[in-house]
């Protein structure tokens, strides 16, 4: 099946930085989606993005689905920005079940 | 427009019982998801149905494991018996349509000791 590989693991940073999230995916897809897990374990929408630029608010996301990777930036960080963030994605071919990947877990210092 | 909602929140059973989940997907999507995540691993699709059609359950792990939507409304998700590696946080998720954007619900955090 398809993988999909987060980078970094872990990023801790002081609020009010910048930072980039990515996403390796081995195989085409026609679904991709980033997660924000809260402190209560529930995953927030941020986008549904299977080919290009999305931006909301202090978040943006690129995917470029022919090199495989999406991309989730977040300025200016805030403390409430912290938890897990997921990339999942659907190959089609039938199956529309979301394979995630394992999270990077992002710590805002204040 | 309400979200995703899942019941209970919380279930801690024994090992040999049996829980129900239920899942009322967003008015209107077709399409129902259950996924699951144990033992801290990844996210992990189980099944998928299209109105009350079971459309795919390639990630059904075992029998033990039912899933239903009758009348294509709301779904429930049956462990009987449980085992210890059943805890987790079970997780529901509706599209309008398939291979588009899937909202989650809350999860239910099931335990069995």
């Known amino acids: 099946g398809i993988q999909v590989e987060q980078s970094p693991p872990d990023l801790i940073l002081q609020e009010g930085a910048n930072s980039t999230l990515r996403c390796n995916f081995s195989d085409s897809v026609n679904n991709l989606q980033w997660f924000h897990q809260n402190p209560w374990g529930q995953l927030i929408n941020l986008f549904y993005?299977?080919?290009g630029t999305k931006q909301n608010g202090r978040l943006s996301a690129t995917t470029v689905a022919t090199e495989r990777y999406s991309l989730l930036y977040i300025s200016s960080s805030q403390t409430t920005d912290s938890g897990v963030y997921f990339c999942a994605v659907v190959t089609g071919g039938g199956a529309d079940g979301l394979t995630f990947g394992k999270g990077t877990h992002l710590i805002i210092q204040p | 427009e309400a979200g995703v909602t899942q019941f209970p929140s919380h279930s801690v059973i024994e090992k040999g019982q049996t829980v129900t989940l239920r899942c009322d997907p967003i008015?209107?999507?077709?399409?129902l998801y259950w996924y699951r995540r144990v033992m801290g691993k990844e996210i992990k699709f189980l099944l998928h149905?299209?109105?009350?059609?079971?459309?795919?359950e390639s990630g059904m792990p075992n029998n033990r494991f039912l899933a239903e939507r009758t009348g294509g409304t709301y779904s429930t998700l049956k462990v009987q018996p449980a085992e210890l590696e059943d805890s987790g946080v079970y997780f529901c998720?509706?599209?309008?349509?398939?291979?588009?954007?899937?909202?989650f619900g809350p999860g239910t955090r099931l335990t069995v000791t």
């Open positions: 993005i299977p080919s």
């Open positions: 998720a509706s599209s309008r349509d398939r291979a588009y954007e899937q909202y």
């Open positions: 149905f299209v109105k009350e059609s079971k459309q795919d």
């Open positions: 008015s209107g999507h077709d399409n």
